[in-house]
């Protein structure tokens, strides 16, 4: 087992291959944390506290005239407020009588074989073929009113430790939780850096690198959503981290809805991370003798910097998060209607564009938003999810009949959780809209949204949504979300529980995805929410890919897949070719470099192939049968940034290798062109020091192209590609 237990020192080690975890209930009782990073010698690394008398930072009372004794500075595994530690705190309660100062003291503890889950969220699962371990530490408040068992769980092949927190009510009064953070980790020493991830609406996810001065550092969201502007992943490295060197840690937040990770650099440079639920929209009543299960963080640990470090997300997401069928299997290159035609089309239109598509090698065909209800544009009929047959000329089994007739699968999208007040269902229940009694809602998109909290609201747009499904033959769902959340209030709950509406407005999703994802088992879903605003680790248990960003510009891809990758593999982006000028920056790049793009994803199309050139459609039958020649490669081998596009000078590179060292696959785009320009190599990654390898004709030692590089082509027009495969030479 990787979870070692010392009883005498009640010292508590969790191994995985590469990294190493620690914790003590000291002599108080209270539960230190002593260790995350490298892994090392099972010791106690609690002899790295320093106690001096601290001015200013009071002593909890058993520590009787201990002054050097204060949990203002000691490591804590779950800090509490009101305990004396006046940092940010991953728990705030308020008790019965109001109060809300709050201690905790280790109760006992348990381990189990295997990797926990949790009710109605999502979790990293175990597979047979990793180990994994669960260990519960129990800790009691002192005024003995609930537990607070923190879960951990330890993935040792994964490099993989995950925490969760279930707050457990045993007094007979109800508990409020106003603030529950997922985990805590305390730092004792180390100057750090951190990595965010921020944006907007089509520009999700660019990275940003900040050095940690004292004082607070968050980033969050309070929009309901995981959101476009900040991502629930955060990376803290030491400050000479690079992509090959150095020591880094992620921590990724399994949570679609309010989040808020925190960096606290302290008076003694002690550094604290926090994540979890955002606490402004939060206060969740606990009513004796129930639980509340705060949602998972995934953590990791290199010591061979960044790009190991996403390596390990991208193969524990892939494996051991994503779910189903799609996990293994090849997903279809499709092609789907949204920027080619928007809401401008009839049956017979979207059966020519299936047509073209398919002749094309294209091998699923989506039709997205303006199939239902009275939706001629963005501004009605979200709620109704009806198949409009008079703008289809036929039924939905019809049509789909007609796309397989081509030899193609075909996909629908939907909004679940959206509704306009020009619709019949608004018109019939206009509470089950989130909207507060005696104010008039925010209006987004022109649109409100449903109440996912409640179920009956849920149950019915669950029921039509399968009726449409199974009007048809339908093999794929795009399940989309076009604003935040606002105005949050639910009819069904009485007042001291309005605090709970964003929360269960999540839990309701996942409730719905869940059933959705059980009845439909070979369904694959792809989520969306104006592109990349819910692009979290929570939605990937549902839908194994995201539409990354509506801005669909390959230039601008470049930096929003980049910042993607740090936390998430690339089989989880979706990614398509679409048509230029790109129709959110006017850009023209190559067809061949939109591929390229398009390729490090999901792939697929996004236009009109009636409007191309034979040239292009020829150009693009190439390209679908070289992504089904390097997917396995693309889909499934380690992932390696060469070059930052934000920053490099003329080239951009990422690159593609088999675990085995076998092949690789180089993808470089020329940001820049300058006439008489100096030469451009490529360092490359993960091939096999002693072997031969193969490129483009030429033979190279692996160790010469890893060292020295591989020389680039020179580009010839602007914002050229290459996709250079670089394969072992068999038989030496
Ligand atoms: C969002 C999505 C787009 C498209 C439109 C349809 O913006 O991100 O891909 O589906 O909605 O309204």
């Known amino acids: 087992m990787a979870i070692l237990f010392d009883s005498t020192s009640r010292l508590f080690t969790l191994e995985t291959n590469h990294s190493m975890y620690q914790m003590k209930a000291d002599r108080y009782g209270v539960l230190l944390h002593t260790w995350f990073g490298m892994k090392g010698s099972v010791f106690d690394y609690s002899y790295l506290i320093s106690y001096a008398d601290r001015g200013f930072s009071g002593n909890p009372y058993e520590a009787e005239d201990e002054r050097t004794y204060s949990l203002d500075v000691l490591p804590q595994e779950y800090p509490t407020y009101g305990s004396g530690d006046y940092r940010s705190s991953a728990l705030k309660v308020r008790y019965p009588d109001g109060t809300t100062a709050c201690e905790l003291r280790y109760a006992g503890h348990k381990t189990l074989e295997g990797k926990y889950a949790l009710p109605g969220l999502p979790a990293i699962y175990a597979t047979e073929d990793t180990k994994a371990d669960t260990l519960v530490i129990t800790l009691e408040d002192t005024r003995h009113c609930f537990y607070v068992h923190l879960y951990y769980g330890v993935l040792e092949e994964l490099d993989m430790i995950t925490r969760s927190v279930r707050i457990e009510n045993h ?29 907007r609406h089509v520009k999700e996810r660019n990275y940003q690198r900040m050095t940690l001065r004292h004082g607070i550092q968050s980033v969050g969201s309070t929009r309901g959503t995981s959101s476009h502007q900040y991502n629930p992943f955060l990376i803290l490295s030491g400050e000479d981290t690079t992509e090959e060197n150095g020591s880094c840690y992620g921590f990724s937040f399994l949570y679609s809805g309010d989040f808020l990770g925190t960096a606290e650099y302290d008076q003694y440079n002690q550094t604290r991370i926090l994540l979890g639920i955002h606490p402004d929209n939060f206060c969740y009543c606990v009513k004796p003798g129930e639980s509340f299960y705060a949602p998972e963080v995934a953590m990791a640990y290199s010591h061979n910097g960044l790009g190991e470090l996403s390596r390990i997300y991208h193969k524990a997401y892939r494996n051991h998060l994503c779910r189903g069928k799609w996990t293994a299997t090849r997903r ?19 059966v020519k564009m299936a047509k073209d598509a398919a002749e094309l090698g294209v ?11 009275k939706r001629e544009l963005d501004v009605s009929g979200l709620g109704d999810w009806i198949v409009n047959e008079k703008k289809l000329g036929c039924t939905l089994g019809e049509l789909s009949d007609q796309i397989h007739d081509l030899g193609m699968q075909f996909g629908i999208w939907f909004e679940p959780e959206g509704i306009n007040e020009d619709s019949d269902l608004y018109r ?18 022109q649109q409100l949204l449903l109440d996912f909290s409640r179920e009956d609201v849920r149950d019915y747009i669950f029921s039509h949504i399968c009726q449409v499904l199974d009007s048809a033959k339908i093999e794929y769902l795009k399940w989309d979300l076009n604003r935040s959340l606002s105005d949050l209030y639910s009819a069904l709950l009485p007042a001291d529980r309005q605090g709970e509406v964003a929360h269960r407005f999540v839990l309701g999703l996942y409730d719905m995805l869940e059933k959705l994802t059980q009845r439909y088992p070979d369904m694959l879903i792809e989520g969306c929410s104006g592109g990349g605003g819910r692009f979290d680790a929570g939605m990937l248990y549902y839908t ?22 740090f936390g998430y593999p690339v089989s989880t982006m979706g990614s398509h070719v679409s048509k230029c000028p790109n129709e959110q920056t006017g850009r023209n790049t190559p067809i061949n470099t939109r591929a390229t793009v398009a390729m490090s994803g999901t792939f697929g199309y996004e236009l009109d192939v009636n409007e191309m050139s034979e040239e292009d459609k020829s150009i693009v039958r190439s390209q679908i049968d070289e992504f089904k020649k390097y997917y396995d490669l693309i889909q499934y081998g380690d992932y390696y940034r060469l070059t930052n596009p934000d920053t490099a000078e003329s080239y951009h590179g990422w690159e593609f290798a088999a675990a085995d060292g076998s092949e690789a696959l180089l993808c470089i785009v020329a940001l820049q062109i300058h ?12 091939l096999k020091p002693d072997s031969i390898y193969t490129v483009d004709g030429k033979e190279y030692p692996g160790d010469v192209l890893m060292n020295g590089g591989l020389l680039l082509p020179a ?13 072992e030479k068999m038989g030496i």
């Open 715 to 727: 580009a010839t027009e602007e914002y050229e590609s290459f996709r250079i495969h670089i394969v």
């Open 675 to 686: 006439p008489n320009g100096p030469g451009c190599w490529m360092k490359v990654k993960g």
């Open 171 to 199: 007094s007979d009064a109800e508990i409020y939780l106003e603030n529950v953070q997922s985990t805590c980790i305390d730092y004792l020493h180390g100057e750090f850096d951190l990595h965010t991830f921020y944006g």
């Open 428 to 445: 019939a229940h206009p509470d089950w809209a989130l909207q507060v009694p005696g104010k008039s809602p925010c209006r987004s998109r």
């Open 363 to 373: 091998e699923l065909f989506v039709m997205d938003d303006g199939w239902f209800g």
């Open 544 to 565: 194994p890919q995201i539409w990354c960003s509506d801005d669909t510009d390959a230039i601008e891809r470049l930096s929003i897949q980049y910042g993607t990758s």
């Open 332 to 350: 279809p290159v499709l092609l789907n209607s949204w920027e080619g035609i928007y809401f401008d089309f009839n049956g017979e239109k979207l």
